[in-house]
């Protein structure tokens, strides 16, 4: 079954077995002149090694993987993953709730993003994917990444259920809010001034949320709006969908009186880092 992974740029859905087949280049000793003379690494790691890290975790804390979905770029690159989770005081996948509880990673040997993980949510009637900065494992390819990266992913995992137990609430929380429609226009402007969408995406959004592609059982809900945000972010490629829905989630929870669990698993620099170095080939950001 698909998890609602979407694939661009000729990437293609691989098996579980064929991860390994992707192994990870040498690493790289740059050494660097003038104000900041020193050595640097750039240090891949294979995405066998993520996903089997991340599969071996989940198991010795109690969590189940129901299905998954795996991603990779032709050249082996870039890989993206999805993991459906169960297990562990999560009360069931969702399934009541309308969305399951999903697991996603991603991993690159060009230097466009870090290794790591984060926890998502996918709507079953639409297939959306977003994923929320509660518990994330995001480290860049340096020296230490072979020994910072392991812990991080078991720390991550051991407060996954306290951060779907979030999920939960946010999204409760999101089906409840209403959403003045008048407001929408500004609204949507303001989210792409914040990089939760492209500035070509505002009219989408806008349309989406008018004459919605799925019945989502609210009208007039933030709820709506963010189902209209990420019906248009299936248009990106993953590791631009992720960090975008992530910033979503932010300014949702602002308007749906959301209190952000901060029981995120690594620092603040690999964080902030991360996510520049996610979003810097994008388009300009609207000006305010």
């Known amino acids: 079954m698909s998890l609602g992974l979407m694939l661009h740029c000729g990437a293609k859905e691989i098996d579980r077995d064929d991860i390994r087949n992707f192994p990870a280049p040498p690493a790289i000793e740059t050494v660097r ?6 050595t640097s690494v750039w240090q891949p790691v294979d995405h066998e090694f993520l996903v089997r890290y991340t599969e071996k975790n989940l198991l010795n804390q109690g969590f189940t993987v129901v299905d998954r979905q795996f991603g990779i770029t032709p050249d082996g690159s870039r890989f993206f993953g999805l993991m459906q989770i169960e ?3 999560l009360d069931g996948n969702g399934d009541d709730k309308g969305y399951s509880r999903v697991l996603g990673l991603r991993n690159s040997f060009d230097k466009s993003f870090a290794a ?3 926890c ?10 977003s994923f929320s900065g509660e518990v994330t494992a995001t ?3 340096t020296k230490n990444i072979l020994a910072k990266l392991p812990g991080m992913i078991t720390t991550a995992i051991s407060k996954m259920s306290e951060a779907f137990q979030f999920q939960d609430r946010r999204i409760e929380a999101y089906k409840n809010t209403s959403f003045d429609q008048y407001a929408l226009s500004d609204t949507v402007v303001n989210l792409a001034r914040k990089s939760c969408i492209s500035g070509s995406h505002i009219v989408s959004v806008c349309d989406e949320f008018t004459k919605p592609t799925h019945d989502h059982e609210t009208d007039s809900k933030v709820w709506n709006l963010f189902n209209a945000v990420t019906e248009v972010l299936k248009r990106v490629p993953p590791e631009q969908m992720c960090t975008r829905s992530q910033k979503l ?3 949702l929870d602002r308007m749906a009186a959301v209190k952000w669990v901060d029981v995120t698993a690594h ?3 690999e964080q902030e880092t991360a996510l520049e170095e996610m979003v810097k080939a ?3 950001q609207i000006q305010g």
């Open 33 to 38: 002149t003038g104000k900041r003379k020193g």
């Open 87 to 89: 297990g562990k005081n």
């Open 116 to 118: 790591g993980l984060a």
């Open 120 to 129: 998502g949510a996918k709507v079953f009637v639409c297939d959306n994917l």
């Open 139 to 141: 480290h860049r390819h």
């Open 249 to 251: 989630h932010t300014e």
């Open 267 to 269: 620092d603040q620099y």
């Open 282 to 284: 994008e388009e300009p």
